[in-house]
């Protein structure tokens, strides 16, 4: 009996000691929207502007992802840093990757990341799908981990960024020859660009991404390992928004926690950046706004270049929740011609998750509360709708005498670099007459074509 009941003891440690030893897999998790975190040990995100697309983080740096119908789409886990520290001073890093990549269409299979100060987006392109990123001519070549690739350096004029709205370089080291399999010496990349004058700043992330342009695919991310300094590094807890005053301003770009698939950001000149909506439904996310002990109005820095009225709601806790307010934002000219425009709200304390729900198009800059009760700001009447007409050849950039969704095409092309246009077409892009050919040409031209302004130009 004695005997039987040590082997019990014995079976029950050795179970004891395997699992403290070899640890269950971390939990697979599906995402199919916008969204951060942490899992296995990384930071990750995925982040699409339009379209369809899922990722299934799986144990470790691994995570597979598939895509269709998309405009931009990027899956990717890594590590996000403070920006305090620059890649010199948290230590030497390098990326260990495997993946069955099937990109249909335009994609990249890179190491991505950002610094700030100054504000640099950088990619190392290890495979590309039918186009070889970026377009521009090489600054030279450098041969790392057995291969060689082609060192660039382009510009981006008031696009997204991690800090809204922004101009800011970007740098690009392409593989020549392709691969899917290998070891990646980052530092030696970031060391390379810094010997060509191309300075990095604090370091903010460096992730391993899957980035899909205009296309379909699927990729199967089997093990990815980031070593810093020598050792695996820790993933920083992706940061928590501190609760913000209902009563000083806040900027629509800067604060954003969360936002829906169809937004379209627009950079604008001159008036300052604001964001546009183009589809009834969108919203922005301000987490943890404290309205203390009350706010009863709301005013917000807006422009409008539409046709009709869009309103704003203001929710709480979600896109659905308690509506508080609505202010009324009628055409201010253009959409560059910023007014303030203010609405009386329900008297709102403590803090709270705020939504701002929005029916049409409209440019809003900042926003921000009070405790004076004033008059909600008078609905207009409406203006009738004009029948839609050519304005001459504004917005026919194929020459096929009809502005429609292959002209949109062809212009978001050129504006990425991809495939620029000259001549006729060049001055057909120019939809708003201000000598430049920009995303505010882009998003006006999108606009026309869903029906929500009338004419170009």
């Not at 604090?202 to 991404?209: C, D, Q, S, T």
């Not at 501190?242 to 627009?266: G, Q, V």
Request: net charge neutral; glycine share 10%; charged share 15%.
């Amino acid at each position: 009996m004695k005997q039987k009941l040590l082997l019990i003891f014995m079976i029950l440690v050795s179970f004891t000691v395997s699992f403290t030893l070899f640890p269950v897999n971390v939990q697979a998790k599906t995402i199919t929207s916008n969204e951060t975190g942490t899992h296995g040990g990384y930071n990750y995100e995925y982040w699409k502007d339009e379209g369809n697309g899922t990722m299934i983080l799986k144990d470790g740096g691994a995570f597979s992802c598939e895509w269709n119908n998309i405009n931009n789409i990027l899956f990717r886990k890594g590590f996000k840093y403070n920006e305090t520290q620059t890649h010199q001073q948290l230590g030497n890093i390098t990326l260990t990757y495997s993946c069955n990549y099937q990109p249909n269409g335009n994609s990249y299979l890179a190491v991505y990341g950002w610094t700030s100060d100054p504000l640099v987006e950088y990619y190392i392109i290890e495979s590309w799908g039918n186009w070889r990123p970026p377009g521009a001519t090489s600054k030279g070549t450098i041969t790392v981990d057995g291969g060689t690739y082609d060192i660039y350096e382009t510009t981006r004029v008031n696009q997204p960024s991690i800090k809204g709205i922004a101009t800011f370089q970007q740098y690009w080291s392409v593989r020549t020859s392709k691969r899917t399999s290998g070891t990646i010496s980052v530092s030696e990349h970031f060391k390379a660009w810094e010997r060509m004058g191309m300075k990095m700043g604090k370091m903010y992330e460096v992730a391993f991404v899957v980035e899909g342009y205009q296309s379909s695919g699927k990729a199967d991310v089997t093990s990815m390992t980031i070593t810093v300094g020598g050792t695996p590094a820790s993933p920083q807890p992706t940061p928590t928004p501190a609760p913000r005053s209902a009563f000083s301003k806040i900027e629509a770009e800067e604060y954003n926690s969360l936002k829906s698939s169809t937004i379209e950001t627009i950079g604008t000149s001159g008036g300052g950046s604001g964001i546009g909506y183009i589809e009834s439904g969108d919203y922005l996310v301000f987490n943890k706004i404290d309205f203390g002990n009350g706010a009863n109005s709301f005013k917000a820095r807006v422009a409008s270049g539409a046709d009709t009225p869009t309103n704003i709601q203001l929710r709480l806790g979600s896109a659905s929740g308690t509506l508080i307010g609505t202010l009324t934002v009628p055409s201010t000219g253009g959409w560059n011609d910023y007014e303030e425009k203010s609405c009386s709200i329900t008297n709102t304390t403590g803090l709270n998750d705020l939504y701002l729900v929005f029916s049409g198009p409209v440019n809003i800059d900042y926003f921000i509360f009070d405790t004076a009760n004033i008059g909600p700001t008078p609905t207009p009447t409406p203006t009738p709708t004009p029948t839609p007409q050519q304005s001459q050849n504004l917005g026919d950039l194929n020459g096929d005498k009809q502005v429609n969704s292959t002209d949109y095409s062809i212009l978001k092309r050129h504006i990425l670099n991809i495939n620029r246009i000259s001549g006729d077409a060049l001055a057909n892009a120019d939809v708003n007459r201000d000598g430049k050919v920009d995303s505010t040409d882009l998003t006006m031209l999108h606009r026309y074509l869903l029906g929500i302004i009338s004419k170009l130009g």
